[in-house]
């Protein structure tokens, strides 16, 4: 406990005497670095400067998450994103610290220290030292593709070794140089380093679930190859994670549990919530918009979201209620405790797999697809209403799948990721529209608002490099 109090200092002693807005610049100087691998795995347990994912911008351009009219008042980042006003220059609107940024690249700084200087860690095996280095790896890759979704255009096959991506850092030196790289450089570095991670002998059942296991690995693959398109691959790699971990948590005897408090319209008491560190889902728990270490409540959505939620799901039932306070009306979530947003979860795999194989169907047999998607829904959707899923083209299959899997990891970076990638297809656009004070606004599929803008800090402090924005404004 000591070393890991000792450990946290220096850290912190490295963030409080550098600039705020310079995020080379959190890594301790070579004299202060730890040296026994129990050093460099204490890094990877404070979930404060290695384990967020804050994508809250994300959120408000989807409307996944409700933003007060007072708020509305106001011109932020937040604001021009939740009401689809691309007249606003949100480059000078991010003039302060934008979280997702410089939450997620302190992350993989703490990840290039443990994997430049854990190699020399003393204290340990081999395959000890191997298993600290892998976690990392994987850790550094969840980081990147969250970073590359929301700063840089969304892959595309033929364009992607031209799209201007994010800075790749490597090394924990603060003065070690880095280069903006390409949205393919990109993507290849982070199949390599999850690969490296897999050969090194991640294990199968990790130190603890905030430390990601071979599962976590397999399915962060899976998600990445989806967001390529590149759906042989994908599968292939969610059966694997599968194999690895398939249980998925029981929402319906969730709301049986508590059916009377949640049936009751004026009780808005929270539930304790199941998506903590024990749910069953787990392959590797991360927080998202949510602090960790402490117990908040879920987040509040719009009453246009709620409705795109299916009749009689019972996750749904279980988290929000509708709720009218002054001039806001919302779904205020009911649920507290601890919550899975950044991480990688069985549900989230089982319809990527349900995905992969709507696109591999022959003779338009969407039943495999339909059978992977209903092994999710029927342990949320209460049984009076649970129908089988059914489809006769690939776009039926894929609105019941996308549904699903936007209503299931909301708040998480996968929605925004996936319609970014839907957009860019055409084929499968769900556009979004709503009515705020009698007018309709609409966010269309080719909107420059889908890239977000880099923060000023990034841009005026870029370290040992240069950044660029992938955005006009």
Known sequence: MMKYLLIQLILWAGVLFSSCTDYLNIVPKGEKIPTTLADFEALLRDEYTIGQTPVANALYLLNDRYLTVSNLNTPTLATANYMWDEQADRIILNNSSENTYYYLYMAIA?????????????????????????????????????????????????????????????????????????????????????????????????????????????????????????FEHALQYADKALEQNDRLFDWNAYYDQYKERIEDPDNYDNLPTPTDYTYIENYYFRCGDNSPNYSSSELAIPVERANRFEQGDARFLSRWKYRSVNQDTYYDGIGSGYFNWGGLTTCEVYLIKAECLARQAVNNDFSEAMQTLDAVRITRIRPEFYQPSAASTLQEAIRLIRRTKDNELIFSIVPFADARRFNREGEFVQPLSKTYQGKTYTLSPQSPMWTMPFPAGAINNPGNGTIEQNVSK
């Open 110 to 230: 703490n990840c290039n220290l443990i994997i430049e200087h854990a190699p020399t860690a003393t204290e340990c095996t081999d395959q000890e030292r191997a298993e600290v280095i892998a976690y990392a790896k994987v850790i550094r890759s969840v980081c990147y593709f969250t970073l590359v979704n929301f700063y840089a255009d969304t892959y595309d096959k033929e364009t992607a070794s031209q799209t201007r991506g994010i800075p790749l850092i490597t090394s924990a030196n603060i003065n070690a140089p880095h280069e903006q790289v390409s949205v393919q450089e990109l993507y290849d570095f982070t199949i390599n380093d999850i690969k490296e991670a897999i050969s090194a002998g991640l294990p199968e059942k990790s130190m603890t679930v905030i430390h990601p296991n071979l599962g976590a690995a397999y399915a962060m693959l899976a998600r990445i190859y989806l967001q390529m398109s590149d």
